[in-house]
Protein backbone atom coordinates (compact mmCIF):
# COMPACT_ATOMS: atom_id res chain seq x y z
CA UNK A 1 0.00 0.00 0.00
CA UNK A 2 1.45 3.19 -1.16
CA UNK A 3 2.13 6.35 0.86
CA UNK A 4 0.68 8.28 -1.64
CA UNK A 5 -3.16 6.60 -0.91
CA UNK A 6 -3.47 7.75 2.57
CA UNK A 7 -6.58 5.73 4.59
CA UNK A 8 -7.43 2.95 2.29
CA UNK A 9 -7.74 0.64 5.25
CA UNK A 10 -5.56 -1.36 7.31
CA UNK A 11 -1.75 -2.08 6.18
CA UNK A 12 -1.50 -5.28 4.26
CA UNK A 13 2.17 -5.54 5.91
CA UNK A 14 2.49 -8.86 8.62
CA UNK A 15 4.62 -8.07 11.20
CA UNK A 16 7.68 -10.54 11.58
CA UNK A 17 10.02 -12.23 14.05
CA UNK A 18 13.22 -12.16 13.91
CA UNK A 19 15.53 -15.66 15.08
CA UNK A 20 14.15 -16.68 18.25
CA UNK A 21 12.35 -13.69 19.13
CA UNK A 22 8.86 -13.80 20.56
CA UNK A 23 8.92 -9.97 20.01
CA UNK A 24 6.09 -8.96 16.90
CA UNK A 25 8.21 -6.43 14.60
CA UNK A 26 7.70 -4.26 11.35
CA UNK A 27 7.44 -6.21 8.98
CA UNK A 28 8.60 -7.45 6.10
CA UNK A 29 11.56 -9.47 7.59
CA UNK A 30 14.65 -7.86 7.03
CA UNK A 31 18.41 -9.85 6.92
CA UNK A 32 20.73 -8.10 9.39
CA UNK A 33 23.60 -7.84 7.12
CA UNK A 34 26.35 -5.27 8.10
CA UNK A 35 26.40 -2.10 7.41
CA UNK A 36 23.22 -1.26 8.94
CA UNK A 37 20.87 1.20 11.36
CA UNK A 38 18.46 -0.81 13.73
CA UNK A 39 15.81 1.03 15.54
CA UNK A 40 14.31 -0.05 19.08
CA UNK A 41 10.89 1.23 20.48
CA UNK A 42 7.08 0.99 20.54
CA UNK A 43 4.32 1.98 18.94
CA UNK A 44 5.85 5.07 17.34
CA UNK A 45 9.02 3.22 15.81
CA UNK A 46 6.87 0.30 14.98
CA UNK A 47 5.16 3.05 12.67
CA UNK A 48 1.52 1.73 13.20
CA UNK A 49 -1.37 2.96 10.87
CA UNK A 50 1.22 4.59 8.57
CA UNK A 51 2.70 3.56 5.32
CA UNK A 52 6.47 4.46 6.02
CA UNK A 53 7.91 4.86 9.71
CA UNK A 54 10.44 6.97 10.07
CA UNK A 55 12.99 4.01 9.77
CA UNK A 56 12.35 3.44 6.58
CA UNK A 57 12.44 6.90 5.42
CA UNK A 58 16.08 6.97 6.88
CA UNK A 59 16.45 3.88 4.70
CA UNK A 60 15.15 5.51 1.20
CA UNK A 61 16.89 9.00 2.00
CA UNK A 62 20.49 6.81 2.87
CA UNK A 63 20.22 3.88 0.59
CA UNK A 64 21.64 2.14 4.20
CA UNK A 65 19.44 -0.90 5.04
CA UNK A 66 17.36 -0.05 8.14
CA UNK A 67 16.31 -2.64 10.66
CA UNK A 68 13.04 -1.80 12.17
CA UNK A 69 13.00 -3.64 15.51
CA UNK A 70 10.49 -1.56 16.85
CA UNK A 71 7.48 -3.77 18.71
CA UNK A 72 3.82 -2.19 18.50
CA UNK A 73 3.23 -2.49 22.68
CA UNK A 74 6.65 -3.29 23.32
CA UNK A 75 8.79 -1.71 26.54
CA UNK A 76 12.63 -1.72 28.23
CA UNK A 77 11.39 -5.05 29.46
CA UNK A 78 10.28 -6.68 26.15
CA UNK A 79 14.00 -5.72 24.85
CA UNK A 80 15.85 -6.62 28.13
CA UNK A 81 14.51 -10.08 27.42
CA UNK A 82 15.08 -10.75 24.10
CA UNK A 83 18.70 -11.72 23.46
CA UNK A 84 18.12 -12.09 19.70
CA UNK A 85 17.17 -8.36 19.12
CA UNK A 86 19.62 -6.99 21.32
CA UNK A 87 22.72 -8.91 19.55
CA UNK A 88 21.14 -7.28 16.04
CA UNK A 89 21.20 -4.31 17.77
CA UNK A 90 24.76 -4.43 19.06
CA UNK A 91 25.97 -5.21 15.54
CA UNK A 92 24.00 -2.48 14.17
CA UNK A 93 26.59 0.44 12.54
CA UNK A 94 24.31 2.98 14.66
CA UNK A 95 21.22 2.17 16.97
CA UNK A 96 18.26 4.23 17.65
CA UNK A 97 16.43 3.55 21.21
CA UNK A 98 13.22 5.40 21.11
CA UNK A 99 12.71 6.69 25.27
CA UNK A 100 9.82 4.01 25.95
CA UNK A 101 6.96 4.84 28.83
CA UNK A 102 8.55 4.38 32.64
CA UNK A 103 4.29 3.13 33.57
CA UNK A 104 5.40 0.01 31.46
CA UNK A 105 7.80 -1.68 33.66
CA UNK A 106 7.20 -4.32 35.78
CA UNK A 107 8.23 -3.26 39.49
CA UNK A 108 7.87 -3.76 43.13
CA UNK A 109 4.38 -2.68 42.49
CA UNK A 110 2.95 -4.66 39.74
CA UNK A 111 3.64 -6.98 36.88
CA UNK A 112 3.51 -6.16 33.20
CA UNK A 113 2.89 -8.22 29.94
CA UNK A 114 6.49 -9.97 29.30
CA UNK A 115 6.28 -8.73 25.56
CA UNK A 116 3.33 -6.33 25.56
CA UNK A 117 4.73 -4.30 28.09
CA UNK A 118 1.48 -1.56 28.21
CA UNK A 119 -0.75 -4.14 29.62
CA UNK A 120 -1.18 -4.97 33.80
CA UNK A 121 -0.95 -8.05 34.66
CA UNK A 122 -1.29 -8.35 38.28
CA UNK A 123 -0.62 -5.90 41.55
CA UNK A 124 2.24 -7.51 43.96
CA UNK A 125 1.26 -7.03 47.57
CA UNK A 126 3.04 -3.31 48.29
CA UNK A 127 0.54 -1.95 45.47
CA UNK A 128 -2.51 -3.91 47.04
CA UNK A 129 -1.69 -2.50 50.74
CA UNK A 130 -0.86 0.94 49.39
CA UNK A 131 -4.25 1.11 47.72
CA UNK A 132 -6.28 -1.46 49.26
CA UNK A 133 -9.72 0.18 48.35
CA UNK A 134 -8.56 -0.15 44.71
CA UNK A 135 -10.27 -3.15 42.25
CA UNK A 136 -7.68 -3.92 40.42
CA UNK A 137 -9.71 -6.17 38.15
CA UNK A 138 -10.89 -3.37 36.35
CA UNK A 139 -7.77 -2.48 35.23
CA UNK A 140 -6.18 -3.65 31.45
CA UNK A 141 -3.76 -1.24 31.05
CA UNK A 142 -0.60 0.29 32.98
CA UNK A 143 -1.42 4.26 31.84
CA UNK A 144 -4.94 3.28 33.08
CA UNK A 145 -4.16 2.43 36.46
CA UNK A 146 -2.24 5.04 37.41
CA UNK A 147 -4.84 7.57 36.25
CA UNK A 148 -6.92 5.72 38.64
CA UNK A 149 -4.33 5.81 41.35
CA UNK A 150 -3.99 9.07 40.65
CA UNK A 151 -7.44 10.05 40.98
CA UNK A 152 -7.42 8.17 44.64
CA UNK A 153 -4.91 9.58 46.25
CA UNK A 154 -1.97 11.87 44.10
CA UNK A 155 0.08 11.54 47.26
CA UNK A 156 0.44 7.52 47.30
CA UNK A 157 0.35 7.63 43.14
CA UNK A 158 3.76 9.51 44.01
CA UNK A 159 5.28 7.12 45.59
CA UNK A 160 4.54 4.50 42.83
CA UNK A 161 5.81 7.01 40.20
CA UNK A 162 8.77 8.09 41.91
CA UNK A 163 9.52 4.36 41.88
CA UNK A 164 8.86 3.60 38.48
CA UNK A 165 11.20 6.82 37.35
CA UNK A 166 14.19 4.91 39.36
CA UNK A 167 13.24 1.64 37.81
CA UNK A 168 13.11 3.24 34.05
CA UNK A 169 16.98 4.61 34.59
CA UNK A 170 18.01 1.01 35.96
CA UNK A 171 17.24 -0.44 32.92
CA UNK A 172 17.96 1.85 30.18
CA UNK A 173 21.47 1.92 31.61
CA UNK A 174 21.11 -1.89 31.33
CA UNK A 175 20.00 -1.63 27.66
CA UNK A 176 22.84 0.56 26.99
CA UNK A 177 24.95 -2.13 28.31
CA UNK A 178 24.14 -4.73 26.18
CA UNK A 179 24.22 -2.76 23.12
CA UNK A 180 27.66 -2.20 24.02
CA UNK A 181 27.68 1.02 21.46
CA UNK A 182 26.35 3.93 22.81
CA UNK A 183 22.56 4.27 21.19
CA UNK A 184 21.00 6.97 19.90
CA UNK A 185 17.90 8.30 21.98
CA UNK A 186 14.76 9.45 20.25
CA UNK A 187 12.64 11.48 22.81
CA UNK A 188 9.48 12.00 21.33
CA UNK A 189 7.88 15.57 23.05
CA UNK A 190 3.83 15.15 22.71
CA UNK A 191 1.49 18.38 23.95
CA UNK A 192 1.41 16.22 27.08
CA UNK A 193 2.99 14.29 28.91
CA UNK A 194 3.85 11.20 26.86
CA UNK A 195 5.31 8.82 27.44
CA UNK A 196 4.18 9.50 30.96
CA UNK A 197 6.20 10.21 33.90
CA UNK A 198 9.41 10.98 31.40
CA UNK A 199 11.32 13.80 32.43
CA UNK A 200 14.30 15.70 31.60
CA UNK A 201 16.45 15.13 34.25
CA UNK A 202 16.08 11.23 33.62
CA UNK A 203 17.21 11.80 30.04
CA UNK A 204 20.10 14.37 31.61
CA UNK A 205 21.24 10.98 33.85
CA UNK A 206 22.10 8.99 30.45
CA UNK A 207 23.84 11.45 28.60
CA UNK A 208 27.34 9.56 29.45
CA UNK A 209 26.19 6.62 27.88
CA UNK A 210 24.69 7.90 24.83
CA UNK A 211 25.93 9.02 21.57
CA UNK A 212 23.46 11.72 21.74
CA UNK A 213 19.76 12.94 22.29
CA UNK A 214 17.24 13.65 19.70
CA UNK A 215 14.25 15.34 20.90
CA UNK A 216 11.24 15.57 18.36
CA UNK A 217 7.97 17.47 19.05
CA UNK A 218 4.93 15.38 18.38
CA UNK A 219 1.02 15.40 18.49
CA UNK A 220 -0.99 12.78 17.58
CA UNK A 221 -2.83 12.64 14.22
CA UNK A 222 -6.25 13.25 15.13
CA UNK A 223 -4.82 16.59 16.67
CA UNK A 224 -2.48 16.99 13.62
CA UNK A 225 -5.40 16.92 11.59
CA UNK A 226 -3.93 13.47 10.02
CA UNK A 227 -6.78 11.09 10.20
CA UNK A 228 -7.18 11.00 6.47
CA UNK A 229 -3.20 9.64 5.88
CA UNK A 230 -3.16 7.04 8.51
CA UNK A 231 -4.31 3.51 7.29
CA UNK A 232 -6.96 2.18 9.95
CA UNK A 233 -10.26 -0.16 9.92
CA UNK A 234 -13.39 1.12 11.38
CA UNK A 235 -12.54 0.08 15.07
CA UNK A 236 -8.81 1.50 14.85
CA UNK A 237 -10.12 4.87 14.57
CA UNK A 238 -9.86 5.96 18.27
CA UNK A 239 -5.89 4.03 18.21
CA UNK A 240 -5.22 5.67 15.30
CA UNK A 241 -6.35 9.46 16.13
CA UNK A 242 -3.56 8.87 19.11
CA UNK A 243 -0.82 7.72 17.53
CA UNK A 244 1.75 9.69 15.07
CA UNK A 245 0.86 10.21 11.63
CA UNK A 246 2.88 10.50 8.37
CA UNK A 247 3.56 14.02 8.57
CA UNK A 248 5.85 13.42 12.29
CA UNK A 249 7.55 10.32 11.03
CA UNK A 250 8.91 12.53 8.37
CA UNK A 251 10.19 15.44 11.33
CA UNK A 252 11.67 12.31 13.19
CA UNK A 253 13.35 11.44 9.97
CA UNK A 254 14.67 14.30 9.31
CA UNK A 255 15.99 15.15 12.86
CA UNK A 256 17.62 11.48 13.26
CA UNK A 257 19.58 12.04 9.75
CA UNK A 258 21.10 15.42 11.38
CA UNK A 259 22.18 13.84 14.43
CA UNK A 260 23.33 10.66 12.46
CA UNK A 261 25.26 12.97 10.54
CA UNK A 262 24.62 10.19 7.21
CA UNK A 263 24.50 12.01 3.69
CA UNK A 264 21.51 11.53 1.89
CA UNK A 265 21.93 9.61 -1.03
CA UNK A 266 18.72 10.93 -2.90
CA UNK A 267 16.10 12.99 -1.33
CA UNK A 268 14.34 13.04 -4.17
CA UNK A 269 10.26 10.57 -3.73
CA UNK A 270 11.33 10.16 -0.08
CA UNK A 271 8.93 12.51 1.21
CA UNK A 272 12.07 14.39 2.89
CA UNK A 273 13.02 16.24 -0.18
Given at each position: ?67 NLGGSNAGIDAYLDDPTLLEIAAGAE ?97 DGANPALLDREMINALTPGLA ?62
Amino acid sequence: MSFENPGAGTLEIPPCRYGTSKLLCRGPRRVPEKPYFAFLGDGETFGKFVARPFASLIELATGQPCLNLGGSNAGIDAYLDDPTLLEIAAGAEISVVQAMGPQNLTNRYYRVHPRRNDRFLAPAAPLRALFPELDFTEYNFNRHLLAGMRKISPHRCGDVERHLKRCWCDRMQQLQARLGRPPLLLWLRYDGANPALLDREMINALTPGLAGVVEVPVRPAGRAGEMLAMHYGPLQAPAAARMIGPSAHQAIAEALLRKMQTPPRSLSGTGLD
